[in-house]
């Protein structure tokens, strides 16, 4: 069976660059703005650091919560979206460079060929 090294290598890096956007370009999810108004009501007086995590889904939640069955439910079900989102960056990026890899190494067997 002969690969197509450019093809590897290509598919490779697209997944490569998808499995880092995922991995590591999204922070956790975000709060609608209802929720960050009222959880930035509630720490207005706890410092800057403490209204910024207010964006934080997980966080809002916590501090809004008036039900603590239905407020470990939402923040288990944000955690979880967030690990599932980045399992699946990590096996891409896994993917991806076992591809752009093999392509190389295809393209590198190819040329050693072509010099002999």
């Known amino acids: 069976m002969k690969l197509n090294h450019r ?4 598919i490779g890096i697209v997944l490569l660059a998808v499995g880092a956007f995922m991995s ?3 922070g956790p999810p ?3 703005p ?7 009501e509630r720490m207005k007086d706890h410092g800057t650091e403490m209204l910024d995590r207010c964006q934080d889904a997980a966080f809002a939640t916590a501090m809004t919560a008036t039900d603590a069955n239905q407020a470990a439910a939402a923040i288990s079900a944000s955690n979880n979206h967030e690990i599932g989102g980045k399992t699946i960056g990590m096996f891409l990026l896994g993917i ?3 591809f752009t890899l093999v392509g190389a190494l295809a393209w590198r067997k190819q040329l050693r060929q072509t010099d002999v």
Do not use: P, W
């Open 30 to 32: 975000k709060a609608d």
């Open 34 to 40: 209802t929720m960050v108004a009222q959880c930035r």
């Open 7 to 10: 093809l590897l290598i290509a």
């Open 96 to 98: 991806g460079l076992v």
């Open 24 to 26: 590591f370009g999204g």
